[in-house]
């Protein structure tokens, strides 16, 4: 009887039938390619893992980031919806910062010549540490106050600021005031979309931007916003222009009349050469001791960005201010850098000139999807741009938002819901040099781009990409079918890119229509084979290998509905929420080979396996399931035989099927076990006309 071998098409290709897929793989479920010296990909079980840290999160894990002090004590941080941790030898420190908002009417005391302003805020237990965010314009003493101001405690119901402009100059009031202050108060006119704003020596210009922060409606119109400054009427009073016309003639005041000052708690002392200490924020407590404002409201995040500066985290919560923490400071949360913009859509650290760049900023509190700003060099305290600083800003013109940043190979790079920028640092003055790379390639979600050996792939709504020195490509993705057509459109911001540079492959965690929400699936790309695969495993973030090791993911477990840090390449196995071994359902499936092309049906008696039963020098223990599924028509339902259970010590194994169509499904689903598939060969003849 004559012999033949199961050749396999390296690689998964889902987007062919099964009988055109012929003696190619279809299905695979946590497998991976390894390259052998013809070039081609050899199939075997996909690294097992462990836990890095062996509690519950207790929320989903977002972010994940790895850095080094310079004790060389090595930390994660953990970004979680509901907190933020740091983890350092097997111990986790929450370090979730803490705000409080308190609105209350305006009462506050300057003196003329005194950049020293006292606000009176009953039960504020403000502390030397804390900063003060006041998004609601206050008129008083002749100063405008609005934006974030750092703290000077002065007891349990009153707190003093230092007032600045917009350059951090201190700005002295020009007359004494005791318990006052003048909110803007909103004066609209029955039919007409102009709006009179009231408020004392305002400053403002016509043709600039009038931003209110608190949702505020009179006469029919809903304020909330960046608003066109139409005129200028004199010192108190200029003109707005609303998106709606107004239904009725009345005034109203911002925030009910009430100032509002949100508290963000801080701790000491602040790392020294930050920045602190010019301006208008060398007073107060910096470096005096340590101390935690009494507040107890943690913030939570929908997502998180993180990247180092040296030994300090930069962590910035989706919408939110950008804060720091550093290990060997001795705060107990991370602290927000009061001088970088209130709202941000994320923030990475640019090297080598160490610049936090920051994107869906803001200078006014209100978000502008397309606005990059970044810090002067080495100082993440000044953002203002002046000529004797590298800090600055660059609106992209094209596309709707920015949707990702990262520090890429010799450049920034910058992904929109339409292409891809760059951002080459220039130096002064300009500092940054943008140009657009691609168009049509833009990024699907946040958080699916990275870069792997000097290049940088991502996914974009209907293709991946790669972006290299002949510039943006198209990567073909045969199993294009499988994302791209059952993926959840809802939820596009929580696919996760997971790179693996121990070999080769880069992941999209991705959630599907069937099980919506959270990432589910994935699919996976082996750089060096240009093969791709895919699966079910739940993976909500990832670093690639780091000074932590192996890489590390977030997710799910077996036995627990909770979130946990997870090693990847650690085990032969997966492992459930006690932490003990638990077993990875491995397989893959193969589309059908034509056991003859002509009008015979072939018969199949023995089939002799070429496995590696385990890893080298190990025991060679692992159990594999050979399954045939056989049919005369592509359209039938297959008949299945087996599954026939092979080990190192199975010689042949005798499936006796019949057909013309035959497809193989390979699986394990054993503890502490490896394989990796050889030449497996089988016996045939010819029985019968079809």
């Known amino acids: 009887m004559p012999h033949a071998s199961v050749k396999l098409i390296p690689g998964v290709d889902q987007n062919r039938t099964p009988a055109l897929n012929e003696t190619g793989i279809s299905v695979s479920n946590l497998i991976r390619f390894i390259p052998d010296r013809q070039g081609i990909g050899l199939v075997q079980k996909l690294g097992g893992w462990t836990k890095f840290y062996s509690n519950g999160i207790g929320s989903i894990i977002r ?99 230092t007032s600045v402009d917009a350059l951090g100059v201190p700005l002295p009031a020009t007359s004494t005031v005791t318990a006052g202050g003048d909110v803007p108060d909103l004066t609209t006119t029955n039919g007409s979309p102009f709006v009179n704003v009231e408020l004392p020596g305002h400053g403002f210009t016509a043709g600039t931007a009038f931003p209110i922060l608190v949702s505020t409606t009179v006469g029919g119109i809903t304020f909330y916003g960046n608003y066109l400054i139409q005129s200028v009427v004199d010192a108190d009073n200029f003109i707005i222009a609303a998106t709606t016309l107004a239904t009725s003639s009345t005034s109203g005041f911002i925030n009910g009349g009430d100032a509002r000052y949100v508290i963000y708690a801080g701790v000491g002392p602040i790392p020294a050469g930050t920045g602190y200490g010019v301006g208008g924020y060398g007073v107060g407590g910096y470096g005096s001791g340590s101390q935690i404002t009494p507040v ?28 720091q923490w550093s290990p060997s400071s001795g705060n107990e949360t991370l602290t927000v850098i009061p001088n970088a913009p209130i709202i941000n859509q994320g923030a990475f650290v640019a090297m080598p000139q160490r610049q936090i760049i920051a994107w869906g900023s803001t200078f006014t509190g209100i978000s502008d999807p397309l606005l990059i700003r970044w810090c002067d060099v080495n100082n993440y305290d000044s953002w203002i741009g002046t000529v004797t600083n590298q800090a600055g800003s660059y609106r992209i013109p094209k596309g709707s938002r920015v949707i990702q940043c990262i520090q890429g ?10 292409g891809v920028w760059a951002m080459q640092y220039v130096g002064p003055p300009y500092v940054y040099q943008f140009n657009e790379l691609g168009t049509g390639c833009g990024l ?120 946990f840090v997870i090693q990847h390449e650690t085990s032969t196995d997966a492992v459930d929420a006690n932490g003990n071994p638990y077993p990875m359902n491995s397989y ?88 990796r598939i050889g030449n497996i060969r089988y016996r045939f003849q010819p029985d019968g006309k079809f």
């Open 63 to 161: 972010a994940l980031w790895a850095w080094e002090d310079t004790n060389a004590q090595s930390y994660l941080a953990v970004g979680a919806e509901a907190s933020i941790s740091a983890i350092n030898n097997g111990n986790r420190r929450v370090i979730t910062p803490e705000i409080r908002t308190d609105n209350v009417a305006p009462d506050i005391d300057t003196t003329s010549g005194s950049t020293t302003v006292t606000i009176n805020d009953p039960g504020s237990n403000v502390t030397d540490y804390d900063s003060v965010y006041i998004p609601v314009h206050i008129s008083v003493g002749g100063l405008i106050l609005f934006g974030m101001y750092q703290c000077t405690a002065v007891g349990a119901n009153s707190f003093e600021i």
């Open 296 to 323: 107890t409201n943690p913030i939570t995040a929908v997502d998180w960005t993180l990247d180092n500066w040296g030994e300090i985290l930069i962590a910035c919560p989706l919408n939110g201010a950008i804060y």
């Open 409 to 418: 190979p010799q450049q920034g790079l910058i992904w929109t819901d339409l």
């Open 444 to 563: 699907i979600g946040r958080k699916a781009a990275t870069s792997m050996n000097g290049v940088v792939y991502w996914m974009g709504q209907s293709q991946f990409y790669k972006l290299s020195g002949a510039g943006v490509e198209t990567i073909p993705c045969p199993i294009w079918d499988v994302v791209f057509q059952d993926i959840d459109t809802s939820n596009l911001d929580k696919i996760r890119v997971a790179p693996n540079s121990r070999f080769g492959e880069i992941s999209w965690y991705f959630p599907t229509i069937s099980n919506g929400g959270e990432p589910s699936h994935y699919i996976k790309y082996n750089i060096f084979l240009n093969q791709w695969d895919f699966g079910e495993l739940e993976r909500t973030a990832w670093i690639n290998e780091s000074v932590l090791g192996p890489p590390i993911g977030g997710g799910p477990l077996p036995n627990s509905n909770d979130a």
């Open 588 to 675: 893959f499936e193969t589309g059908y080979y034509v056991m003859n092309e002509a009008d015979l049906k072939m018969f199949v008696d023995q089939v002799w396996p070429d496995m590696k039963w385990g890893y080298y020098g190990g025991t060679q223990n692992v159990t594999v399931n050979l399954t045939f599924k056989v049919t005369d028509y592509a359209g039938q339902t297959p008949i299945s035989y087996g599954p026939f259970p092979m080990t190192e010590n199975t010689t042949f194994i005798t499936p006796r099927f019949r057909g013309r169509l035959t497809s193989i499904r390979l699986d394990s689903n054993d503890i502490g076990t490896f394989w």
